[in-house]
């Protein structure tokens, strides 16, 4: 007995490692297919590389004033140029990467997790929990996301730290919003009621087996709004709400040059250009991580 249980053991771990194979096969094929999501992973793993090798790449101090060279265009020595302090932009544009990279990270690992347990929590007991959980997601929801973290950004004050609280602040709704549908989908399932009735608590029902299920779908929206937190951090930045001066924020670069846009193009142009190509791979990513997480997709 014990000899075939061990061989039924093995075997459903071989089971399970060839459908592990195959799932990951069958995702690196949807992926390969699809050429606008290898684009969009490319423009991000150059993002994460440029950004872990900054100091390396960067070709002078981004703080470095040198004001005999402000406003000088583009040139071998300077690749971008230099900004109206002689600041050069291409080193500032790369250890802005870094800084842009690490916002957005900290952003979703902020609030990620909150609308995810908010949303369990909300569609697994419903009722009052609900009610309360989904009106003071609404409230949230009532503003754009852009709006809601100024206002927050403003009320804490200027800095990185601030403005990545006001963005995850108002980021956690759409997460819990997700997530409370897809409990609501999966909650009365015939699956849960017989782990129930077997004496599972209600932590560990919505912990092991209703948070797995939420996860694809969170990691689609997850990964769709990475350019907008992006976006929303160099617009809290262009403001004088996020990073401060002297740190190479793609956002704060661009509003230190425009009022030099006319002659100068080249200090606010260039990382608004870096934003726009870091903001469009993440759409492409999540596009095609959309595509890959969807089981029609599979089917076809």
Not at 201 to 224: A, D, E, K, Q, W
Not at 251 to 265: F, I, N, T
């Amino acid at each position: 007995m014990n000899t075939e249980t061990q061989i039924d053991k093995r075997l459903a771990r071989n089971q399970r490692w060839k459908a592990r194979q195959r799932y990951f096969k069958d995702s690196y094929t949807l992926w390969r297919r699809n050429h606008l999501m290898v684009v969009g992973t490319t423009i991000i793993i150059l993002l994460l590389l440029i950004a872990l090798s900054a100091p390396l790449l960067a070709t002078h101090n981004p703080l470095d004033q040198i004001l005999s060279d402000r406003l000088l265009p583009p040139t071998w020595e300077h690749f971008f140029g230099t900004d109206s302090l002689g600041r050069d932009i291409f080193s500032r544009v790369v250890h802005g990467a870094r800084v842009t990279l690490t916002i957005a990270l900290l952003v979703a690992l902020i609030s990620t997790p909150v609308g995810l347990i908010i949303g369990v929590l909300a569609g697994y007991f419903g009722g009052a929990v609900d009610e309360i959980l989904m009106r003071l997601s609404d409230v949230f929801l009532a503003f754009p996301k852009l709006i809601l973290a100024i206002a927050f950004a403003a009320a804490l004050g200027p800095g990185v730290e601030n403005a990545i609280i006001a963005i995850a602040v108002a980021n956690w709704p759409s997460y819990a919003r997700l997530a409370r549908a897809e409990t609501l989908a999966v909650r009365d399932n015939d699956y849960i009621q017989v782990i129930r009735s077997m004496g599972a608590s209600n932590l560990r029902i919505m912990v092991g087996h209703i948070t797995p299920m939420c996860l694809s779908s969170i990691i689609v929206r997850l990964s769709l709004d990475m350019g907008t937190i992006i976006l929303t951090a160099a617009g809290l930045g262009f403001l004088g709400l996020g990073a401060q001066p002297p740190t190479p924020e793609w956002g704060l670069m661009v509003s230190d040059g425009r009022l030099y846009l006319v002659d100068q193009w080249w200090v606010s142009t260039l990382p608004g250009f870096a934003i726009l190509i870091v903001v469009m791979g993440f759409n492409l990513m999540g596009d095609g991580i959309r595509d890959i997480l969807d089981p029609h997709q599979r089917q076809s």
